[in-house]
């Protein structure tokens, strides 16, 4: 069975590769403002002091308008650094222009600028996902970082950004898979409890 699940992972992350591809630049940066604009809209968004999201790559939604909204309403934003093999760290990132090329091709924060972030004082994390569903679950992009970190920040609010076509009816499942609290799309807000 475990097998069955692991190849229907497979077999969707192609799938949402595939159209992430052949969406284009207008497109992604159209919707990717829908989105951002229903995240600062959000009062779990709005009530955080501390958020820890992600640098995008290309074909990913575009989080530059959330970095610069952050940034001017005085709250800390976070990146992932990637410490190890299946591991990563929450830093603070002061500006975009500390940013640099890191492990895998990932934006972080430069070397003298890198200060780790507390997990405890997390309030909510932009979680990137192949695809979602509407249960809460996510597909992960395959390195098992986020289920990992995850466990290790229990009470931050997970909060998903997808384009329209990465929710889903059903996303094939395991126990160490992590649920989101809130997905957020270009038309829609879906809100969890994930203790359920």
């Given at each position: 069975m475990e097998n069955t699940i692991s190849e229907q992972k497979k077999t969707l992350r192609k799938i949402m590769r595939s159209k992430r591809a052949s969406t284009s630049k207008e497109e992604r940066d159209t919707s990717s403002h829908k989105i951002i604009a229903n995240l600062i809209d959000n009062p779990v968004y709005k009530a955080a002091n501390t958020i820890m999201a992600y640098a995008s790559m290309p074909e990913e939604?575009?989080?530059?308008?959330?970095?610069?909204?952050?940034?001017?309403?005085?709250?800390?934003?976070?990146?992932?650094?990637?410490?190890?093999?299946?591991?990563?760290?929450?830093?603070?990132?002061?500006?975009?222009?500390?940013?640099?090329?890191g492990d895998f091709g990932i934006m972080t924060v430069r070397q003298d600028k890198r200060q780790f972030v507390e997990f405890e004082d997390i309030d909510c994390i932009i979680v990137p996902g192949a695809a979602f569903d509407r249960q809460g679950n996510r597909l992960g992009l395959g390195g098992g970082y986020y289920d990992r970190f995850l466990k290790r920040a229990p009470n931050p609010t997970r909060i998903a950004l997808a384009f329209d076509y990465q929710l889903i009816e059903s996303v094939p499942n395991e126990e160490h898979d992590s649920k989101m609290d809130i997905i957020i799309t270009e038309t829609e807000t879906l809100n969890f409890d994930r203790n359920v």
């Open positions: 939604i575009q989080l530059n308008e959330l970095f610069d909204h952050a940034f001017a309403n005085d709250k800390t934003l976070a990146i992932p650094l990637i410490v190890g093999k299946g591991s990563m760290r929450p830093v603070f990132l002061p500006t975009v222009e500390d940013l640099e090329v």
